[in-house]
């Protein structure tokens, strides 16, 4: 049985899934109120991988991404391989596999988006925090990412912030959107 | 003129709760069924309506349901899933329902799980649709505490659990069999069919997945019945109304809830009001990033399945994406096939391969590189990624706009070769 503390070193693709599910350091990497939760998900489905995406969501959502620490705690508690997982997490826009900041700023980049040219809100944004899309702010504060139709089309371009959705953004808004995250 | 799904949608107010559902018709539809109807007889009912598939493909619904097994020996549980997965570039209309109505939508589905004896139902949302996420929770709470869900529902020994789960972002989870997978935990690819899903579904068991406008139409179709719900389509061959949006540079874009076969040039010069000043309108995509261009040209055609279709494009979800005359058609269908080549799930190769290539070249000839075998090169690669060559239809959909983009606005991409820049810019 391996019981060797996780870290990146112990990532494996070998599909053997055994002394994961044996490690108990692994479980212990999780929180109760993670393990809580994903508990619950796992009860509404006949077997426990069928709540990885849930799982997946649920450690983002206290830890704001998914680190390889991360991924392979949830293997070992959902009887999976960190590969299976893995495969997964990084099939999924929204599971983030490396670090974000605070907040997370997704800019449509569809085709309504498009013709209301959401690439001069953009540009604007770039200028004002000086990073590209895929990349995060200095202070951790802002991560920029593209994203795909959001379903506000009568309302391009349109963007959203965290939980919160902003339409028919024009570049003089931007910085009292801003603002409003710290 | 009568707007069942939308009548007590009101933009900027909130939806109603269950007592005001109730309060004007709401849940009348599920007592009557439940009271007189066998399940068999909603199915019939819902086929004679000729409700068709409001997610784009189309499909008689009733027919839809009548290949899942009924009886004692039918595998249980089965289930009803609502797709809710509304992530087609250009299409707005599901969003409509579920922050306006979302009673309406349950209402549709213990209808749906009802004709089809399902045990378990599921409404599939995607992840950005936090407001519906909330108003959907509370909805399906208050439709447990009311008795309407759950355990021997009003008294009449059928059963049915309702979840909620929200998606956390992929184009393909819109496709039903991809969406079976995202919802068992795997990756969302298309799965083989057959088995089609109503045999071997989620977790092998039988299973219908609707869109949310097909489920949002039954509690009316039951109230009135078939022979009205086939009026309202005012002279089209398709039955009901139907949810169409316009977007792109027009006066007042937006979604409206008008009967099937409203011509395109009534939903562009009178709902949207027109194109904005100093614009014209060059093309348009019917329903939504997965159907193939029209034109001016096309003004006058019915906005239904047959007439679209007979037009050269596909009605699709309905919901139209405009053109106008200063946006660069290349650089247009350049944004489409990104976003596809980016959500191809890379289960096979043409789709996988073939797109990411389709939009290189693309980019090339918009950035003034491309060369004229770049566009014959373009022009092979809608029929390698055709229908018949693909898993599924994300890629067969990816090359609609393309092959009408090369047959409407050929010169625009023969000008980008010419002068080795983009004529727009």
């Known amino acids: ?182 | 003129m009568e707007r069942p799904l939308t009548q007590y949608i009101h933009p900027g107010c909130p939806p109603f709760d269950i007592r005001e559902y109730e309060m004007t018709g709401g849940y009348s539809a599920l007592q009557k069924v439940l009271k007189s109807m066998t399940p068999q007889e909603v199915q019939k009912l819902v086929q004679d309506s000729g409700l068709k598939g409001r997610g784009g493909a189309g499909f008689n619904t009733g027919m839809k349901w009548s290949f899942v097994p009924m009886g004692d020996s039918a595998p249980h549980p089965k289930y009803l899933i609502a797709n809710a997965d509304e992530m087609e570039p250009g299409t707005f209309k599901d969003r409509l329902l579920l922050e306006g109505n979302p009673h309406q939508l349950i209402e549709g589905m213990i209808l749906a799980a009802y004709a089809i004896q399902a045990d378990v139902s599921y409404i599939f949302l995607r992840w950005a649709y936090k407001k519906a996420a909330q108003l959907l929770r509370k909805s399906i709470h208050e439709a447990y505490a009311a008795g309407l869900l759950g355990k021997n529902i009003l008294g009449s020994g059928f059963s049915l659990e309702m979840h909620l789960h929200t998606g956390v972002g992929r184009y393909m989870c819109g496709e039903e069999t991809a969406l079976l997978n995202a919802l068992e935990g795997k990756r969302a690819t298309p799965r083989a069919k057959p088995p089609f899903p109503q045999i071997s579904g989620l977790y092998g068991k039988p299973t219908i997945v609707n869109n949310v406008e097909t489920l949002c139409n039954l509690p009316h179709i039951v109230n009135n019945g078939a022979e009205w719900f086939k009026s309202l389509g005012n002279g089209s061959a398709d039955s009901g109304t139907k949810l169409y949006g316009v977007s792109g540079k027009v006066n007042n874009p937006g979604c409206w809830e008008l009967p099937m076969g409203v011509t395109v040039r009534e939903l562009i010069e009178e709902h949207a009001g027109g194109m904005k000043n100093g614009y014209q309108l060059k093309g348009f995509l019917p329903g939504g990033a997965s159907t193939d261009f029209l034109t001016a040209e096309h003004l006058d055609v019915k906005m239904d399945f047959a007439s679209v279709t007979a037009a050269g494009s596909r009605l699709g979800t309905g919901t139209m994406v405009v053109m106008d005359d200063a946006t660069c058609p290349v650089g247009f269908v350049h944004n489409l096939q990104h976003f596809f080549a980016q959500e191809s799930c890379g289960w096979c190769t043409p789709c996988r391969e073939g797109l990411p290539w389709v939009e290189k070249l693309l980019l090339s000839l918009e950035q003034g590189s491309g060369t004229t075998e770049d566009v014959e090169l373009l022009q092979m690669h809608t029929q390698w990624l055709g229908p018949g060559n693909t898993f599924c239809a994300l890629a067969p959909g990816a090359m609609e706009p393309l092959q009408s983009a090369l047959k409407y606005f050929r010169e625009d991409f023969e000008k980008h070769v010419a002068l080795r820049r983009c004529p727009y810019q």
């Open chain 1, 1 to 182: 049985m391996i019981t060797q503390k996780i870290n990146k070193d112990n990532i494996t693709t070998s599909g053997d899934t055994a002394h994961y599910t044996e490690g108990l350091q692994e479980e212990q990497y999780l929180t109760d109120l993670e393990r809580q939760a994903i508990d619950h998900e796992v009860a509404l489905v006949p077997y426990k991988s069928a709540a990885v995406i849930e799982a997946l969501k649920i450690v983002q959502h206290h830890r704001r991404w998914i680190s390889d620490d991360s991924l392979n705690a949830i293997a070992a508690y959902l009887q999976m391989s960190p590969a299976e997982v893995d495969s997964v997490a990084t099939f999924y826009n929204l599971i983030f596999r490396k670090p974000v900041g605070r907040h997370v700023i997704l800019v449509c980049d569809s085709i309504s988006c498009y013709v209301m040219k959401y690439g001069d809100i953009y540009k604007a944004l770039q200028e004002k925090l000086h990073i590209k899309f895929g990349e995060t702010t200095s202070d951790q504060c802002y991560t920029l990412l593209p994203n795909c139709c959001l379903g506000c089309c009568d309302h391009a371009p349109a963007m959203m912030i965290d939980n919160d959705l902003y339409k028919d953004v024009t570049v003089d808004m931007l910085d009292r959107i801003l603002q409003k995250y710290s």
